[in-house]
C-alpha cells in the first residue's frame, strides 16, 4: 500500500508552466506505475498521463501530448508532471494515483488528495 501526496499546483498565466510532484508519503512507488489524473468543476475525471514502474513506457493523452513531460525518481520516492503552454482547459483539480494501467487509466485503487492548477490571466 502506498500514500500519496501531490504538490506544485497554483495560479498561472495562460502560457505558463507548471511542475506538479507526487511523493510517496508512506510506501515506496518503485513497484506501481503511476498516473495523473484531473478534474474540472462539474466535468468528470480525466486520465491525464502516466508512466511505468521502471519509466521504460509513458502515455499522454491527446490534449497534454507535446507539452507535457511525465517522469519519476524511483530513488527519491517521486514523479513529476511538467506542464508548458498552459491553457485555461488546463484548470482543474491535479490527482496522482498508483497500481494501475499506463495506457488507458483503470484500476488505480490509489489516490492522493489532489492539488489545484488555474490557469487565468
Known amino acids: 500500500q502506498v500514500q500519496l501526496v501531490e504538490s506544485g499546483g497554483g495560479l498561472v498565466q495562460p502560457g505558463g508552466s507548471l511542475k506538479l510532484s507526487c511523493t510517496a508519503s508512506r510506501g515506496t512507488i518503485s513497484d506501481y506505475n503511476l498516473g495523473w489524473f484531473r478534474q474540472a468543476q462539474g466535468q468528470e475525471r480525466e486520465f491525464v498521463a502516466a508512466?511505468?514502474?521502471?519509466?521504460?513506457?509513458?502515455f499522454y493523452t491527446a490534449s497534454v501530448k507535446g507539452r507535457s513531460t511525465i517522469s519519476r525518481d524511483n530513488a527519491k520516492n517521486t514523479a513529476h508532471l511538467q506542464m508548458n503552454n498552459l491553457k485555461s482547459d488546463d484548470t482543474a483539480v491535479y490527482y496522482c494515483?498508483?497500481?494501475?494501467?499506463?495506457?488507458?487509466?483503470?484500476?488505480?485503487?490509489?489516490w492522493g488528495q489532489g492539488t489545484q492548477v488555474t490557469v487565468s490571466s
Open positions: 508512466i511505468s514502474w521502471d519509466g521504460s513506457r509513458t
Open positions: 494515483a498508483a497500481a494501475g494501467d499506463v495506457e488507458d487509466g483503470s484500476g488505480y485503487p490509489y
